[in-house]
């Protein structure tokens, strides 16, 4: 898995221009919230929730919102199938999604080092623009230093967005930031985000402050 995580990044980092620092630059926002129970030994349901903003956090046009079930194959890999309801504002008004999902997760500590990867595939219909099937990848590791009293963890993470039905890839995400664990069952992230992604024919990249609030129960 992880040579085809790595043979699909360089295939995304060769079709990249060659001058990103000439891409149109932006600033926003993604404001995240997870939801995961235990509805057995082996079964869970799993949430996800975001808001994100443009155009100097001046302009929210994202919203999501959805629910799957998984299920704990190995102590490190569960299999989660779900639905997502998402709204997009590139106009005067939201426009929706249906996105149903099959997602394979791995999440293991190896040497002290916590290593996930996150594998989906997406299927997404619209009333608005061409239906889609869309791969997404991602890969977060976890320091095992503790920094400060709070024992805050360093991350760094990385995500890619491939559109089956054009072929290509449609946005890479690299970024990194701060895990604080304030009581059992609560982890709470800060971080920093660089989103590379289409804009029509190029390419613009936006620098994205990152919050995510996760709660286990």
């Given at each position: 898995m ?23 630059q932006d ?6 919230l997870?939801?995961?129970g235990?509805?057995n ?25 959805g ?7 190995t ?13 997009f ?8 999604e ?16 916590r ?9 997404r ?24 009293a ?25 970024g ?7 009581a059992?069952g ?11 992604f289409r804009?029509g024919?190029?390419?613009?990249n ?12």
């Amino acid at each position: 898995m992880f040579r085809l995580c790595a043979a699909l990044l360089l295939m995304l980092l060769l079709e990249l221009p060659a001058a990103p620092t000439l891409a149109r630059q932006d600033a926003g926002g993604s404001y995240n919230l997870l939801l995961k129970g235990a509805v057995n030994e082996d079964w869970f349901l799993i949430s996800r929730s975001n808001l994100a903003s443009r155009n100097n956090f001046g302009d929210a046009f994202l919203a999501y919102t959805g629910i799957g079930i998984g299920r704990q194959l190995t102590p490190a890999i569960s299999l989660r199938v779900g639905y997502r309801r998402a709204w997009f504002n590139f106009t005067d008004e939201w426009q929706p999604e249906n996105r149903g999902y099959l997602e394979g997760y791995f999440a293991d500590r190896i040497n002290g080092w916590r290593l996930t990867n996150r594998a989906r595939v997406e299927l997404r219909s619209f009333d608005w623009r061409d239906d889609d099937t869309r791969l997404r990848n991602e890969i977060s590791v976890e320091a095992p230093w503790s920094l400060t009293a709070l024992e805050l963890k360093l991350y760094l993470e990385e995500e890619f967005f491939y559109s089956v039905n054009d072929a290509r890839f449609e946005a890479n995400w690299l970024g990194g930031g701060l895990a604080w664990r304030p009581a059992k069952g609560i982890k709470l992230k800060l971080g920093y985000r660089w989103n590379r992604f289409r804009a029509g024919a190029d390419w613009a990249n936006r620098n994205v402050l990152v919050t995510g609030v996760n709660l286990f129960f």
